[in-house]
Every structure is written in C-alpha cells, then in structure tokens.
C-alpha cells in the first residue's frame, strides 16, 4: 500500500492527477465551500472513493495550518475497498453502525 498528502490550499490550488483507491478529506469549510472543488478534487483521483470531513485546524507532516485542505490518498495496488454508508443517529452505539457496515460489506 502506498499513501501520501498534499495540502490543497488556497482554493484555486490544484492537485496532480494520481490513481488512488481511497482519498481522505479534512479541511476547512472555505475550501470545502469553494466554487469547483469538488470538480477538482474528483478529476485528481476519478477512481477513489472520496470521504472527509470539516477541521478546526489541519496537520500535514510536521506542519499545523489553518484555512487549508489535506488531502491524504492511499493506493491499495490490488487489495479490495468498499465504499458504504450507515445511517447513525446521535443515540445509536457505534457499534451498533459498525454491525450495520460490515453487513453492507461482505462478499
């Protein structure tokens, strides 16, 4: 498995192209709100399954930084990923979601 991270800021920044199995997200909610985006995060990893979320703060390496966006990708080269979701209300156990995901996993 390779995996590497890149900060995506400011929010006219592009990233190059690489192939990828899973893209992990976090970053603050201007980028995320920034017009293209989306457009651009998908064109530099069209066949990844892309999760994130929104920070108060974004750590890169040894480097702490606000008003940014981390991206870190991973390449499986071959093992499998899935991608699934559970709905989880606030009261739910988060066990009882992970039960819910593995059903929607298995092959």
């Given at each position: 498995m390779?995996?590497?991270?890149?900060?995506?800021?400011?929010?006219?920044?592009?990233?190059?192209?690489?192939?990828a199995d899973?893209?992990?997200?976090?970053g603050?909610?201007?980028?995320?709100?920034?017009?293209?985006?989306?457009?651009?995060?998908?064109?530099?990893y069209?066949?990844a399954?892309?999760?994130?979320?929104?920070?108060?703060?974004?750590?890169?390496?040894?480097?702490?930084l606000?008003?940014?966006?981390?991206?870190?990708a991973?390449?499986?080269?071959?093992?499998?990923?899935?991608d699934?979701?559970?709905?989880?209300?606030?009261?739910?156990?988060v066990?009882?979601?992970?039960?819910?995901?593995?059903?929607?996993?298995e092959r």
């Open positions: 390779r995996v590497w991270q890149s900060a995506f800021a400011p929010p006219g920044a592009e990233l190059s192209p690489q192939s899973l893209v992990l997200v976090l603050s909610v201007d980028i995320f709100d920034s017009p293209g985006f989306a457009t651009r995060l998908t064109a530099a069209p066949d399954v892309t999760v994130g979320c929104s920070t108060a703060g974004e750590i890169a390496g040894d480097s702490v606000n008003g940014a966006c981390i991206v870190t991973a390449a499986s080269h071959g093992a499998m990923t899935v699934a979701a559970a709905e989880m209300a606030a009261e739910t156990a066990e009882t979601a992970g039960d819910r995901l593995a059903l929607l996993t």
